[in-house]
């Protein structure tokens, strides 16, 4: 099984920046893509971005410009720099992995709430 550990979340007032961190331990070769996701209170999760096992990155339309995915895998870790902060972007985000069925499920981490308020 793969296990997601996120971190960084806080408060923050508008205009100001945060990075994220997810760290994968377990089965990590069995890894594909990796992405954060969010949820706002009363809203659906949604995608934020991904990152692919070659590099490719994918935002949604929301947080383009202001948020970059990346990883580092000598840490077996990808972030989620934020810039730029909103009060539309006050969320629970989510780390993602999807893993090859031979290594088990896809896995979600528990979550990080992240504050964008004066």
């Known amino acids: 099984q793969v296990h997601l550990v996120e971190s960084g979340g806080g408060l923050v007032q508008p205009g100001g920046s945060l990075r994220l961190s997810c760290v994968a331990s377990?089965?990590?070769?069995?890894?594909?893509?990796m992405a954060w996701y969010r949820q706002a209170p009363g809203k659906e999760r949604e995608l934020v971005a991904e990152?692919?096992?070659?590099?490719?990155?994918n935002y949604a339309d929301s947080v383009k410009g202001r948020f970059t995915i990346y990883r580092d895998n000598a840490e077996n870790t990808i972030y989620l720099q934020m810039n730029s902060l909103k009060p539309d972007d006050t969320a629970v985000y989510y780390c993602?992995?999807?893993?090859?069925?031979?290594?088990?499920?896809?896995?979600w981490g528990k979550g990080t709430l992240v504050t964008v308020s004066s």
């Open positions: 993602f992995a999807e893993v090859d069925l031979r290594y088990g499920e896809d896995s």
């Open positions: 377990g089965s990590i070769t069995g890894i594909d893509d």
């Open positions: 990152i692919t096992a070659t590099g490719t990155t």
